[in-house]
């Protein structure tokens, strides 16, 4: 009799094998093994911290401001803190050398053709213009500071009868067929124009015989009006242009404001309200009443210190370890108006020697050091983690933090920041891990 054999298919079987498999690894593991690798003393532990902050308003009315790519002129009243009254000396290089006149040159209009940067401070009204040579020469070589005094022979180079003068760095020039661009043209005396079409001829061989002729300018605002405009004098767009004609044809000539011109920006201040102590020369520093002030247009700047450090430091010199440190700044709202709104970024740098600002440990980190100004929040914050981490480890025991602005020579704008005192006070957040 045959017999019939019931078998499995092999591939049932594989099928099975695979959900037995599953299943017990599936299965919780009945031991330890694994665990306890990391002992619970070492898990990081996190904990939170404020740290106060003492502030001083420091003037700082000795910035350095030679070779800038941006020269000021005007004047402009500033809420909250004063007056600023800008200008800048800059020497004028040949556009080229050994160039000839031609036959009985005769000067027919000759302008200081200023270039707009597009940035302007306060409201523009017009004002009058002064330019004059300069005594002493400039030197690419030195350094200059905005507090300097500028010694001019007292020649008045601007054409009275066209003063004052429209301040528009949004309008285009146009003269006849030729697009000047957005410039501000300082209309000079046509005499002195003649006077240098008369010079020798070597003076004009090169630009050291022209600069022991013209040392340089001085360009400010003589009266009237408010306003400051931002000019450019580093890219040779802004010069002195002389038009002409002689026997034969008509021409014009230009003196330019290169990147090789020796320059320097300056400032002067007369201060109102709760800085108006900084008009008395012997005072440098003001407290921190509720408020703290920068100032750019080498106005002021604010000062710090972290109160309590020396706490976070371990008898065994094992110091507290900063996984972060936040430096939040309340901005005094509301105190700008349209014309004044608050500085787009605030540097944090530490106080060299001579006064010359130097980078702190978060300029150089991966990490960037913040500073730009919030204005959800409106506060500034800056990533100090390894600042405070150096101060803590007593790494920078001497050096003194500051707050400034980000274009300190090249702009006039300000903002007054929540003091230790004020109603939302500016404090130091740290992250720590033990």
């Given at each position: ?57 420091v003037r700082q009315d000795s910035l350095e401001t ?207 309200g709760e800085l108006g102590a900084f008009n008395d ?11 703290c002030y920068v100032m750019s247009g080498s106005g ?135």
């Amino acid at each position: 009799m045959k017999r019939t054999l019931n078998r499995i298919h092999p591939t049932v079987c594989f099928f099975l094998g695979c959900l037995l498999l599953g299943a017990s690894g599936c299965t919780k593991p009945t031991t330890d093994i694994g665990l306890g690798i990391q002992p619970e003393a070492e898990v990081l532990q996190l904990s939170l911290d404020t740290v106060p902050v003492v502030f001083q308003t420091v003037r700082q009315d000795s910035l350095e401001t030679d070779d800038l790519s941006t020269g000021l002129v005007g004047r402009c009243f500033h809420p909250r803190f004063g007056t600023v009254d800008a200008s800048f000396a800059s020497q004028l290089r040949l556009s080229a050398t050994g160039i000839d006149f031609g036959s009985n040159p005769v000067a027919d209009s000759m302008h200081l053709v200023l270039r707009y940067t597009g940035d302007w401070y306060g409201t523009l009204r017009p004002q009058t213009f002064s330019v004059q040579p300069l005594v002493d020469s400039l030197s690419l070589d030195s350094a200059y500071f905005s507090n300097r005094n500028v010694s001019t022979t007292g020649v008045e180079w601007v054409d009275g009868a066209q003063m004052p003068l429209e301040l528009d760095p949004l309008s285009t020039t146009i003269l006849g067929d030729d697009t000047l661009g957005q410039v501000l043209r300082v209309p000079l005396q046509p005499s002195i124009a003649q006077e240098i079409l008369d010079l020798p001829a070597s003076t004009f061989a090169g630009n050291t015989p022209w600069l022991n002729h013209l040392p340089g300018l001085l360009v400010r605002r003589e009266s009237g009006g408010q306003g400051a405009v931002a000019i450019d004098i580093s890219t040779g767009l802004s010069v002195m242009r002389i038009h002409y004609h002689n026997d034969t044809d008509t021409s014009f000539y230009d003196f330019a404001i290169s990147p090789l011109s020796a320059r320097v920006n300056l400032f002067e201040q007369d201060w109102v309200g709760e800085l108006g102590a900084f008009n008395d020369p012997s005072v440098s520093t003001l407290p921190d009443d509720g408020a703290c002030y920068v100032m750019s247009g080498s106005g002021c700047k604010t000062n710090l210190d972290f109160v309590g450090l020396e706490a976070y430091r371990g008898d065994d010199g094992q110091n507290a370890t900063v996984l972060r440190a936040e430096l939040v700044m309340p901005v005094v709202d509301p105190w700008f108006n349209k014309s004044f709104g608050p500085q787009d970024q605030l540097f944090l740098l530490m106080e060299g020697a001579d006064d010359v600002s130097l980078p702190t440990p978060d300029q150089t980190a991966p990490i960037p050091v913040g500073g730009e100004y919030d204005r959800a929040a409106n506060a500034y914050r800056f990533n100090l983690t390894s600042t405070v981490q150096a101060l803590i480890n007593g790494e920078l025991a001497d050096q003194q933090l500051e707050v400034v602005s980000s274009r300190a020579g090249i702009s006039i704008s300000g903002v007054v920041l929540q003091g230790a005192m004020g109603e939302t006070p500016s404090e130091l957040y740290l992250t720590l891990g033990e």
